[in-house]
């Protein structure tokens, strides 16, 4: 069955940075853009980034742009989240979700997250 | 970037009723248009997908109309399972967005 296993979540100051995972498994993962999406506390969900399946395109939220940087290993079914120069409006729950088709997609799989806090 | 709006915020139905979700997008999204179900401590669970199709395993009971700016998500017929967070999103253009949700709690 398909599964995604986030990690890397933490806390962490402002300024600072980490890099999320997400392990994918039961799907050919080489042939599916991914995307990330997070969730702040009580909130609803924000469309945050996709990378195409060889990695070729990304695209970003404007609330990431030029701090966050998506990259995935297909050879290790992984996908990851470099977050630099956090900000407390980060702090959220991040999913990794798979894109049902090509492109621009809903998400028909998701994890169930890992949680960022960016706090002094 | 397109701007998804979710009416109502809250929407209180009885079991075995029906309710009525709308999404209006700022501009046209086509029919690219999806929504999710969250319950409390999970993952969202895509429903429907190109406004009116049903994800595998969904229900008949969840039906999804509409294109360009306009769209509506019927449950013909509440059960107690039904009663969660339901979010709009559009896939159309980048970045992709969805709405604040509609919380839909039993009356």
């Known amino acids: 069955q398909v599964q995604m296993v986030e990690s890397g979540g933490g806390v962490v100051q402002p300024g600072g940075s980490l890099r999320l995972s997400c392990a994918a498994s039961?799907?050919?993962?080489?042939?599916?853009?991914m995307h990330w999406v997070r969730q702040a506390p009580g909130k609803g969900l924000e469309w945050v980034a996709f990378?195409?399946?060889?990695?070729?395109?990304?695209q970003y939220a404007d609330s990431v742009e030029g701090r966050f940087t998506l990259s995935r290993d297909n050879s290790r079914n992984t996908l990851y989240l470099q977050m630099n120069s956090l900000r407390a409006e980060d702090t959220a729950l991040y999913y990794c979700?798979?894109?049902?088709?090509?492109?621009?997609?809903?998400?028909?799989?998701w994890g169930q997250g890992t949680l960022v806090t960016v706090s002094s | 970037e397109i701007v998804m709006t979710q009416s109502p915020v809250t929407l209180s139905v009885s079991p075995g009723e029906r309710a009525t979700l709308s999404c209006r997008a700022s501009?046209?999204?086509?029919?690219?248009l999806a929504w999710y179900q969250q319950k409390p401590g999970q993952a969202p669970r895509l429903l429907i997908y190109?406004?009116?199709t049903r994800a595998t395993g969904v229900p008949a009971r969840f039906s999804g109309s509409g294109s360009g700016t306009e769209f509506t998500l019927t449950i013909s017929s509440l059960q107690s399972e039904d009663f969660a967070v339901y979010y709009c999103?559009?896939?159309?253009?980048?970045?992709?967005?969805f709405g604040q949700g509609t919380k839909l709690e039993i009356k």
């Open positions: 990378i195409r399946s060889d990695g070729s395109n990304k």
């Open positions: 501009q046209s999204v086509s029919a690219s």
């Open positions: 190109r406004a009116s």
């Open positions: 999103q559009q896939y159309d253009k980048w970045p992709h967005s």
């Open positions: 039961g799907f050919s993962f080489r042939t599916y853009d």
């Open positions: 979700a798979k894109g049902l088709y090509d492109w621009g997609s809903p998400f028909d799989y």
